[in-house]
T-cell receptor
């Protein structure tokens, strides 16, 4: 299994709680992307990492959202004080790092349900 | 700003029918264009891409041509199969001095009947 993996696959939480979503990219991929897919919507771009740095965080929907990447590999997306509108599938993708033309390899996603 | 608009689904076709899924975009520069596909129960995967005007991407019998004059990247297949039933996403990626932009369309669900 050399693909992108995400954990957990499903997460149910109560409103107001914090959640952490994890992404393990394909080994060697320098670029990592987070997206959100709400029911009936397209993918909403959240943030992009090149190595451990995120050049542009403007896609994050609010200051309750943060993401980090360590060792140029694993990334964690954290949502603080979750709200019901945060319910969605959170997708991670990785690539070789030429974002203008990069093919992105997607993980299976984490389905987040906020009650 | 940049945007991607694709035809609403669901699209229902009989096997061996001709498929077109329309996709148009707006961009400030010269983006790369992609079609991704999501089969039932699976993750998104690249179907085809084109990185400059007049390029044609093709894969698994699907084709799409990057038309700068009409800002379109319509997906076509001459003869669909039941196994093509999936959700198809048109996407735009652009890297310029303003930063990195990636925008996905809302997706078009295709049902192919035997």
């Amino acid at each position: 299994g050399a693909g992108v993996s995400q954990s957990p696959s499903n997460k149910v939480t109560e409103k107001g709680k914090d959640v952490e979503l994890r992404c393990d990219p394909i080994s060697g991929h320098t670029a990592l992307y987070w997206y959100r897919q709400s029911l009936g919507q397209g993918l909403e771009f959240l943030i992009y990492f090149q190595g451990n740095s995120a050049p542009d965080k403007s896609g994050l929907p609010s200051d309750r959202f943060s993401a980090e990447r360590t060792g140029g590999s694993v990334s964690t997306l954290t949502i603080q004080r979750t709200q019901q509108e945060d319910s969605a599938v959170y997708l991670c993708a990785s690539g070789w790092g030429a974002p203008g033309t990069d093919t992105q390899y997607f993980g299976p996603g984490t389905r987040l349900t906020v009650l | 700003g940049n945007s991607v608009t694709q035809m609403e689904g669901p699209v229902t076709l009989s096997e061996e029918a001709f498929l077109t899924i329309n996709c148009t975009y707006t961009a400030t520069g010269y983006p790369s264009l992609f079609w991704y596909v999501q089969y039932p129960g699976e993750g998104l995967q690249l179907l085809l891409k084109a990185t400059k005007a007049d390029d044609k991407g093709s894969n698994k019998g699907f084709e799409a041509t990057y038309r700068k004059e009409t800002t379109s990247f319509h997906l076509e297949k001459g003869s669909v199969q039941v196994s093509d039933s999936a959700v198809y996403f048109c996407a735009l990626f652009e890297l310029n001095t303003g930063g990195f932009k990636t925008i996905f369309g809302a997706g078009t669900r295709l049902f192919v009947k035997a």
